[in-house]
């Protein structure tokens, strides 16, 4: 009965290391959650998903990992938490293209908006939808697949507007909305790639206006 209450208690408390601030320790940290975020948010698009360590997320987020995985639950969960940041932020410059009055307008200034998202000089180049997703195994194939549903709803955006554009004849009579709509989005991200390869918002300035020249007109 004495070892029980006495000497287990003494035990145990000697196997944990304590400091004046934190006691046990382990315990998790005090932090601003909307600030390690954003910090995890620059990680992941630098790096990329898998090129992202726990330790490189720790230490840019200024936490210990179990304050991490208390408040974000764990790398994946992070990492879609960061996204939906990203996307919000974002995604405006689509919004705002698509409310241009005609298609061809729509288009000038989606394009021309990318090429300058993509080399924001404030930002990590390139967009991390894209980014995130390249160079991923197997076991990142959730996250290549989250990202792969948020690009499709961007173009999903483009074709709507697009869709409405050939109603209202702004577009001839062979053009195909949802085809211009992958074009689109397919040279956006071509520029979002090119961008993290070096390239300057001059070159793909000009990259936009080559793949405006193809635009289908009456």
Not at 65 to 93: C, H, I, Q, W
Not at 140 to 155: F, K, Q, T, V, Y
Request: net charge positive; proline share 6%.
């Amino acid at each position: 009965m004495v070892w029980a209450l006495i000497v287990k208690p003494i035990i145990v408390l000697f196997g944990m290391k304590l400091t004046p601030a934190r006691g046990l320790l382990g315990r998790p940290r005090a932090f601003d959650i909307e600030k390690a975020l954003e910090r995890a948010l620059r990680v992941f698009w630098e790096k990329g998903y898998e090129g992202s360590s726990l330790s490189d997320l720790t230490e840019a987020m200024g936490i210990n990992r179990p304050s991490l995985y208390a408040a974000f639950g764990n790398k994946e969960a992070l990492f879609r938490k960061a996204l939906d940041r990203y996307v919000e932020r974002t995604m405006a410059f689509v919004r705002n293209a698509i409310n241009e009055p005609t298609a061809s307008a729509v288009a000038e200034r989606l394009l021309r908006s990318a090429a300058d998202m993509v080399t924001n000089p404030h930002d990590p180049r390139g967009c991390l939808t894209v980014r995130g997703a390249l160079a991923s195994g197997e076991e990142a194939d959730p996250i290549r697949l989250e990202l792969a549903l948020r690009r499709s709803e961007g173009e999903a955006l483009i074709r709507k507007r697009l869709e409405q554009a050939k109603r209202d004849d702004e577009l001839p009579p062979g053009a195909n909305p949802a085809d211009l709509a992958r074009y689109l989005a397919t040279v956006y991200q071509g520029m979002s790639v090119q961008a993290a390869g070096g390239a300057t918002r001059g070159q793909l300035r000009r990259v936009a206006e080559t793949a405006l020249r193809a635009w289908p007109t009456e």
